[in-house]
């Protein structure tokens, strides 16, 4: 029992010490970019940069991540709000969550890409894609990038209103 | 003084159950299309050649503006009102900020029985579900989009603050994938498939109580 508030406290000390130095995860962060940069092969350079200036990237946002999840849900309703618009702030707004750190956040933002239809948006969701280490996440990155390079129900407007091939009917064509 | 502290916390507790009322709340969940098909179209020497498109919500968006002759094409989303506990939609409507042009007769959503995992206070469903959008009867230029999915929706019973009052709610996820037709009046547009999706409810005041 004597040894409870010592323990306590020590626990308390630590805790406020790893939330006070979130610098020490950049730091190992850039341990592993200056280790990439070092290899001396250069065999899979190129793959081990892009994943480690992504987990700089996570690490530093990541930083944030005493955000509460009501900040989280009124970002998702701004990134929602901005996919119903077509103005260059909105579109920034946009892809610049596509480079959260928080993966509610990256999904809400890959959903409005879709929903804002802007094909500004391809190089980046590719430049994203290529850094991206979950494969789910990427798929789904590839899947919005091949729906954006479809030109729009209201791009292609109305053609012809008889428009559909009878042939499938009436038999296959030679 | 501990005798005093009990009849407090007693007290704190009675009044908080007692403020979490039993009323049905209602919510808004957001309605979104990413569709892509193809259309019949023509090469340069007249062979039939199927062009790939997309449809998303602003394009559905557009259709209703063209349909209605209401300006519902920037800044607008598509919400489905409901209670909580139902998926069948009060009202939907077409929202920019406070103002809202209400679409509900242009949608029609026909929920298919379900098999579901019940876990007390979560619960996931699975249905085929149908969705119908279509401007025909406001305009005979208009189209009818008809489409068919898989529905995967969970379902959690969360207690949230309307305001000052706590209100117990089931908040869910809705995702159909499936396929479908795009149809003017008299002809076939072409064929489709995708993702409708209804996000997250939000709570909105509701008059109805049980």
């Known amino acids: 029992m004597k040894f409870v508030v010592p323990v306590l406290l020590v626990i308390i000390a630590l805790g406020i010490y790893f939330l006070t130095h979130p610098a020490s995860k950049t730091d190992k962060a850039g341990a592993d970019y200056d280790q990439a940069f070092s290899n001396p092969s250069g065999v899979g350079l190129r793959i081990e940069t892009n994943s480690v200036r992504m987990k700089r990237t996570k690490v530093e946002l990541g930083s944030n991540s005493n955000i509460k999840p009501e900040e989280i849900d009124q970002q998702i309703e701004r990134i929602i709000e901005a996919s119903a618009k077509a103005d260059p702030a909105s579109f920034q707004l946009i892809t610049t969550a596509l480079k959260d750190a928080r993966p509610e956040i ?46 729009s129900l209201s791009e292609i407007k109305r053609p012809r209103r008889t428009n559909s091939n009878p042939a499938r009917v009436e038999g296959s064509p030679k | 003084m501990k005798k005093f502290s009990k009849w407090c916390l007693c007290l704190a507790v009675a009044l908080s159950g007692a403020s ?53 094409t920037n800044g607008i989303l598509l919400m489905v009102e409901s209670l909580d506990d139902t998926n069948a939609p009060i009202q939907i409507v077409a929202r920019k900020g406070t103002s809202d042009f209400i679409v509900t007769d242009l949608f029609t959503f026909t929920y298919g029985e379900a098999v579901s995992t019940d876990l007390g206070t979560r619960g996931t469903f699975y249905a085929i579900d149908q969705i119908e959008f279509s401007t025909l009867n406001v305009d005979t230029n208009g189209l009818t989009l008809q489409f068919q999915g898989f529905t995967k929706e969970t379902q959690a019973t969360v207690t949230k603050r309307l305001g000052t009052t706590p209100v117990e ?35 909105v005041p509701s008059p109805a109580t049980f």
């Open chain 2, 169 to 203: 709610f089931v908040t869910k996820t809705f995702n159909t994938i499936g396929n479908g037709e795009l149809r003017f009046i008299d002809s076939f547009f072409g064929p489709v498939k995708g993702t409708v999706k209804l996000g997250a409810p939000k709570l």
């Open chain 2, 20 to 72: 979490i009322q039993l009323q049905a709340a209602q919510t808004e969940r957001l309605l979104t299309f990413a569709l892509t098909g193809f259309r019949q179209d023509e090469d340069a020497l007249g062979n039939p050649k199927a062009i790939p498109f997309r449809a998303s919500t602003r394009d559905v968006l557009e259709e209703i503006e063209l349909a209605t002759g209401a300006s519902v």
């Open chain 1, 106 to 151: 990256r999904k809400a933002a890959l959903e409005a890409t879709i929903q804002f239809g802007s094909r500004d948006a391809i190089p980046i969701l590719k430049e994203i894609a290529a850094t991206t280490e979950d494969v789910r996440e990427k798929v789904e990155i590839l899947d919005a990038i091949e729906f954006l390079e479809l030109p």
